[in-house]
Each structure stands twice: as structure tokens, then as C-alpha cells.
């Protein structure tokens, strides 16, 4: 089983450019979610998404949109890149709004904005 | 607002030792609360969950926590730490929807 997929792995950006990063699951999950991790403070929700067609803020919004393209796809996007943004993503899902069941991880998209 | 505490940057316990891991939370209503596990450039893995009964709760690779509602903490336990537990422990609350997790506790086990 995959999983939860993120895509790249790896990205350096500059200043001020764009690029979406991807997020597809393949168990049939409701909800999805978008976090962000730096040193010393843990995974900071940005984004989730409760079911298909639904998205609303998380704790660090700014800078960032997600578009929820299906069930299975939850897409990150930052319009323009600032080096504030350096972190590690992780996307990850649940079945029912993680109330009562497990979030699962993607292994991560580490991207560095020069 | 909901939201968890590790009061422990670092956990430093010798092989075989018992091991603890603190956290608090502070949520509104009934709490659902997790711990995750994070080895080196990897995702996140779910060890345990508490959502209703009884207030100790086992899970993965010998792991269990314990839920105080009068003291409003989850502490993680192992009774008998090993090297490979060595790794980054994650507290995490989930409330309307939203799953939030505490700062993080790296856990060192020396042989």
C-alpha cells in the first residue's frame, strides 16, 4: 500500500517564485491535512480539509492555499516563495477527522527558499 | 482554544530504563488525544490513541499512556527503554476537526 504520497521530495526555490506541492492518498481518507515543521516547534497545521470540497485554515495560513482537487488529492500551494517558508511539509489523512482514527504521513517535502 | 504541552525539549534515559514522555492538553469538551513517533527523515507514525475508557491505553512496540482528566496530562510510558526508541515523540489533541500537535520531546536512550 502507498499510502499517503507527497511530491518532490526535495525542492530549492528563489525568492518570490511559485510551485504546488502534491499530496495524494489512496485510502479512501476524508479528511487531509497540511503541516509544516521547523525546529523547536513542532508540526504547525497550515491547511486541512474535512472532506472533498471543503478547506479551511489552520494555525499558519499566510502565504499558502490548497485546493482539495478530490478525495484522493490535496494540493499545497505558494504563490510567492519567502525564505520564512524553509521548512519541512508533511501532508497526511484521516478517516473521520482524526477523531477517533490515526492520521497517516507522507514522508515529507523538504524545501528551502533562497 | 485546544492545544498540548511537552515541557521537555530532550528525554535522556539509559537502555533498559523506564522511560516517560510529559504532556498536557487543554481542550474544550471531551479530549482525543495521540502520540506520534518521528525517526529521522521519515513521517510521522501513530503509537496510541485515547478517546474514551479506560485510562490506560497500550500501544505499538511496548508503548502505552496514561489519561489523567483531574491533572489534564497523557504521558507516554515505556517500562523498559531500548536504543532504537531513539527518536522525535509527538503529543497531539484533536478538536472539531483539527489535529494539533505539541512541540515535540527527542527522546535519547544510551546503551
Known amino acids: 500500500n502507498a499510502g499517503v504520497t507527497q511530491t518532490p521530495k526535495f525542492q530549492v526555490l528563489k525568492t518570490g517564485q511559485s510551485m504546488t506541492l502534491q499530496c495524494a492518498q489512496d485510502?479512501?481518507?476524508?479528511?487531509m491535512y497540511w503541516y509544516r515543521q521547523d525546529p523547536g516547534m513542532g508540526l504547525r497545521l497550515i491547511y486541512y480539509s474535512a472532506s472533498e470540497g471543503t478547506t479551511d485554515k489552520g494555525e499558519v495560513p499566510n502565504g499558502y492555499n490548497v485546493s482539495r482537487l478530490n478525495k484522493r488529492e490535496f494540493s499545497l500551494r505558494l504563490e510567492s516563495a519567502a525564505p520564512s517558508q524553509t521548512s519541512v511539509y508533511f501532508c497526511?489523512?484521516?478517516?473521520?477527522?482524526?477523531?477517533?482514527?490515526?492520521?497517516?504521513f507522507g514522508q515529507g517535502t523538504r524545501l528551502t527558499v533562497v | 482554544a485546544q492545544s498540548v504541552a511537552q515541557p521537555e525539549d530532550q528525554v535522556n534515559v539509559a537502555e533498559g530504563n523506564p522511560l516517560t514522555v510529559k504532556c498536557t492538553y487543554s481542550?474544550?469538551?471531551?479530549?482525543?488525544l495521540f502520540w506520534y513517533v518521528q525517526y529521522p527523515n521519515r513521517g510521522l507514525q501513530f503509537l496510541l490513541k485515547?478517546?474514551?475508557?479506560?485510562?490506560l491505553v497500550k500501544g505499538s512496540y511496548g508503548f502505552e499512556a496514561e489519561f489523567n482528566k483531574s491533572q489534564t496530562s497523557f504521558h507516554l510510558k515505556k517500562p523498559s527503554a531500548l536504543v532504537s526508541d531513539s527518536a522525535l515523540y509527538f503529543c497531539a489533541v484533536v478538536s472539531w476537526g483539527k489535529l494539533q500537535f505539541g512541540a515535540g520531546t527527542q527522546v535519547v536512550v544510551t546503551p
Open positions: 481542550v474544550s469538551g471531551n479530549p482525543y
Open positions: 485510502m479512501n481518507h476524508n479528511s
Open positions: 497526511a489523512s484521516s478517516e473521520m477527522g482524526g477523531q477517533n482514527t490515526e492520521a497517516f
Open positions: 485515547y478517546i474514551t475508557g479506560d485510562n
